[in-house]
């Protein structure tokens, strides 16, 4: 990555979580929305150096980026390389009906256990791995992304071991996290 490389990451709004997420179709609630709309205020406050808005493709990168760029106007481009872990048969199904036909996967696999017709953890940290080698083709972009894909780039830059906890990085929904200088930090 080169010194002068910034690229900021923002994870999706809130959608519906009697779903499993992974690939789902499922799309932006109300109050992820909001989110949202508060995120772009602050980028259009805080942030002037973004000239690219990629998204992973999912109903809700593609619903918080046109949000986002109601005011920005910026090009818009998708990027599936920055999708979530995909769990496979379990993507969009009714969590509870996905707990009573595959409860192995619940609360979560093993580490290198793939999800059926899916991706394991692993899978999707060393396909993070792949994507930061690249990372300079993306300075100066707004890339909205998912959790998954945000936690996998702290546990990267700062040599953590690969776990499941989800929230020890603080990548809630419409939150802004800015790469620079090899290390990641949340800004909003």
Known sequence: MKNKTI?????????????VGGWSSGGLNDEGKLQVE?????IIQNIEDINTIYH????????????I??????????????KELNKGILNGMKVELAKGIYPNYF????????YPNGES??????????FLDKIENY???????????????????????????????NVTHGS????????????Y
């Open 7 to 19: 690229v900021y990451f923002m994870r999706h709004g809130l959608d519906d979580e009697s779903f």
């Open 38 to 42: 508060k995120s772009a205020d602050f």
């Open 56 to 67: 992973s493709g999912l109903n809700r990168t593609i619903e918080t980026t046109n949000i």
């Open 69 to 82: 760029n109601q005011e920005l106007r910026l090009p818009v481009f998708e990027l599936t390389d920055i």
């Open 107 to 114: 609360p979560n696999p093993l580490i290198n256990e793939r």
């Open 121 to 130: 953890l692993q899978d999707l940290y060393e396909r993070v791995v792949k």
């Open 139 to 169: 300075n100066k972009s707004l890339l909205i992304t998912h959790r998954g894909f945000i936690n996998m780039i702290y546990f990267i830059l700062n040599n953590i071991n690969l776990n499941y906890n989800k929230t020890q990085f």
């Open 176 to 187: 802004i996290h800015k790469l620079e200088l090899k290390k990641i930090k949340r800004i």
